[in-house]
């Protein structure tokens, strides 16, 4: 989007002519300068915040002859999006990772009443995480203890199940491309 187009949008979203929009978007980058110029920090609540920054002078090279040049000291503004704005943005992707999380807190609930009616196995790595596992204090509750319990042996269960699949998959896929030979 560029200025012009900017004063379009602005017009049709008040209700302005497009000559008070753009009036109104040359105030406001006007005072936005300014403000920086003098070493403010301009904050738009929702919007983000503009911060002037400033490089001192240094030396550097020449890429082409690698002679030495100095580089005169300058400023600059750095853009800060403030937080309403970053979530707006990604306000789809949030959407999306929260219904994977729904998900997968659901998906272990129906593999681990598959895994109670199937015999328990023990491997190496079940024991070493029931192993590492925090101890609770006395003030916690036995329903807090007993989610955390059911929580650990679902993801083993989980992370046996998907191995296992995985490793017959591999196995199943040379015999499918000797037979398409």
């Known amino acids: 989007m560029n200025k012009s187009e900017l004063i379009e949008a602005v017009a049709s979203a008040a209700g ?6 753009e009036a109104a978007i ?5 005072s936005v300068v300014t403000k920086t110029k003098s070493g403010e920090p301009v904050s738009i ?4 915040t503009f911060k002037p920054t400033a490089r001192a002078a ?4 020449n890429p082409q002859t690698g002679a030495p040049v100095k580089i005169a000291a300058s400023k600059g ?11 707006t943005l990604n306000t789809r992707g949030a959407a999306k990772k929260a219904t994977a999380k729904k998900a997968a807190t659901k998906a272990p609930a129906k593999t681990s009443k598959a895994a109670a009616k199937a015999p328990a196995k023990t491997t190496k790595s079940t024991t070493k995480t029931a192993a590492k596992a925090p101890a609770k204090t006395a003030k ?6 007993k989610a955390a319990a059911t929580t650990k ?5 989980t992370a046996r199940a998907t ?5 017959t998959a591999k196995k199943a896929t040379p015999a499918k491309a000797a037979k398409k030979r």
Do not use: I, N
């Not at 302005?16 to 929009?21: D, F, G, I, T, V």
């Not at 040359?26 to 006007?30: E, I, K, N, R």
């Open 58 to 61: 240094r030396k550097g090279r």
């Open 16 to 21: 302005l002519e497009k000559k008070q929009a």
């Open 77 to 87: 503004v750095k853009f800060q999006p403030a937080t309403a704005f970053k979530t």
């Open 153 to 157: 042996a679902t993801r083993a269960t």
């Open 45 to 48: 609540f929702g919007f983000g």
């Open 140 to 145: 916690s509750s036995t329903k807090a203890t």
């Open 26 to 30: 040359g105030a406001f980058v006007d």
């Open 163 to 167: 191995t296992g699949r995985a490793t």
